[in-house]
């Protein structure tokens, strides 16, 4: 299973209603964590589930889900997270 559909999985116990993970490790060519295996990610989620908490607690719901796989086989994970109806690009 690629780390994209690991990511995915692992996500949907968000249920979220908007999910895009961007693989962006080629743009870290030669960057030590990158040399190391590491991949870099960027994940914008949209769930019910951020309604009424701070970006902190966003990122922690996130992270509770992937956060085993920082520091490998994910090296960096940009997160945002956005309640439904919030302006996000």
Avoid: C, K, N
């Amino acid at each position: 299973m690629s780390l994209g559909a690991m990511l995915e999985q692992r996500l949907a116990a968000l249920a979220p209603i908007e999910l895009e993970i961007r693989d962006d490790s080629a743009q870290h060519v030669g960057h030590a964590g990158a040399a190391a295996g590491g991949g870099h990610f960027s994940v914008t989620i949209v769930s019910e589930h951020f309604h009424g908490l701070s970006r902190i607690a966003r990122h922690r719901a996130v992270l509770e889900r992937v956060g085993d796989l920082i520091p490998h086989p994910v090296h960096a994970l940009a997160i945002r997270a956005y309640a439904p109806g919030e302006t996000h690009s």
